[in-house]
Structures are given as structure tokens and as C-alpha cells.
């Protein structure tokens, strides 16, 4: 029981701090087996064991191995450990996988079954919006409920309303090497807009979109380009950011550009899961 409550302990940290892991829980065993149904562990994505036990290693190597796929591509996946000979009755070879169960083999003389089910607890993707625009802020409250975590960097005196932003940057000091899934979207317009997009082009990205027209756009990258900002930089910014909707309102834009970041996201997604197949 101390075991279990340190892990979910551990877990609850871990989510709190946007950090990801993989929570491995024992559902069922047969025969003998060193873990039992309910035992859990946490592995982090270098393949060490921060918390909990799943066995020994005869199951361990398997496990490891389904926790570094799950981490990369964000699936859940059942893994079944049992014998050489009860896999051949399944008509199954070790590292196979069906029906959504992924077959191992346990090399130990116990000789015992086992099926773990991996859960990837992964962070939440990251949206940094540049500005205190009536767009900019429109972007935050949509966001939030769409599972990003948003931080909005403004200098303080322009926001003149409050924020429901999960982190908020007095000016435009972003971290420019922060980790995970990050897009970064520059709704300054008309305050700030060199200082921001020169901030965001510094940074590593998934995506950056800049609001404005493309005479907007196309003046900026002239001026920071003189200014010694590579072009080749800026022309990673997409510029008006987001689909094309028709959109007029601030809340419209906004939503014209989350649409665009998760057509964006999703598409990586699905390229990686038809590449799997």
C-alpha cells in the first residue's frame, strides 16, 4: 500500500510540473509471478523506474521497450508477457502485436504470465501568445479549455484586463530553448511587434504565427532583417497567422488561428500513426 500510495503521489507531482512519464500497472497474472494484478511503477522517458515495481527482468525489458514507444507516440498499449510455448498456441512470435495486445516472451523458469497496460501521461502542448491584443487575449481563454498551456508575455502595463493565462511574462524574455510542443503566436498589433516577433523567431518552435496583413508582415521581416535577424527565420512565420475563415471579430481570429495550430498538430499525428501501420 506505501508502495502504491508513493507512486500516485509521485504522479500527481509529475503532472503538476508538465513532465513526461509513463504509468505501468499490472493487470493480471498467471501462474507465478514476481508482481501481482495492481502493481504499478513510473517510467521516465531515459527508461529508469522513479517509482513502484513491476517485476523483475523477466518482465522488465518488455515493459521498458513499450514505455519508449508509448512516450513517442503517445498510444496507450497492453503488453503481454508469458511463455515461449503459450505464445506458439497463440500462433504469436515475441514483439508481435494483436488486436491491440502486444506479445513478449518471458524468458524466466517461473514461466509465469503477465499483461501490463502502459498509459503515456504526456504535457500538455505549450501556446505562448505575444501581446495584450483583445485577439491575444481571445486566444488565451480559448485555448485553455483545448488543453494547452498557455503563457502569455506582455509588458504589464499594456494588459489592462486580467488574464486567465496559466503563466504570464512581463515583456517578451520567453525561455528560448523550453522542451515539448510549443507554438508561439505574435498578436502584438501595433505595440511591441518587432520586440515580439524578434523574440519569437529567437525561440524553438513547432509553429509561429504572427496577426496582421501580409503588408504588415512583409514591412516587419524588411525591418528586422536590417536589424541583423536572419530571413531565414523569418520565414518560418506564418504570416497572417491562421486559416482563412472570413474571420472579423477578435474572437473569430482567434479561433481561425487555434484551428490552424491543431490542423498543424493533429497532422504530425496522423503522419506518424500512417507511418506505424
Partial sequence: MTMHIDVMDLVAKLKSSEEAFVLATVVRTVSV?????????????????????????CARGAVLRAATQSLRDGKARLVSIQPGD??????????????????????????????VFIEPVLPRPTLVVFGASPVALALVSQARPLGFNVTLAAPMDDLVETTD?????????IDPDAPGERYLVVSTQGRGD????????AAR???????????????????????????TALDHVKGPAGLDLGAITPEEIAL??????????????RDETAQQA
Fill in 33 to 57: 509471478t514476481a508482481a501481482k494484478a495492481g502493481a504499478k511503477a513510473i517510467i521516465r522517458p531515459d527508461g529508469t523506474i522513479a517509482a513502484g515495481w513491476i517485476g523483475g527482468g
Fill in 256 to 269: 481561425s488561428v487555434l484551428a490552424e495550430i491543431i490542423s498543424i498538430r493533429r497532422r504530425g499525428q
Fill in 194 to 201: 518587432e520586440a515580439a516577433l524578434k523574440a519569437a523567431v
Fill in 86 to 115: 503459450l505464445l506458439a498456441d497463440l500462433g504469436v512470435k515475441p514483439g508481435e502485436a494483436r488486436e491491440g495486445v502486444q506479445f513478449a516472451r518471458n524468458m524466466c523458469p517461473s514461466q509465469g504470465t503477465m499483461d
Fill in 205 to 231: 518552435a513547432d509553429y509561429i504565427g504572427f496577426v496582421g496583413s501580409h503588408r504588415k508582415m512583409a514591412a516587419l521581416k524588411q525591418e528586422l532583417a536590417e536589424d541583423g535577424v536572419s530571413l
Fill in 165 to 173: 493565462a496559466d503563466h504570464v511574462v512581463d515583456g517578451y524574455g
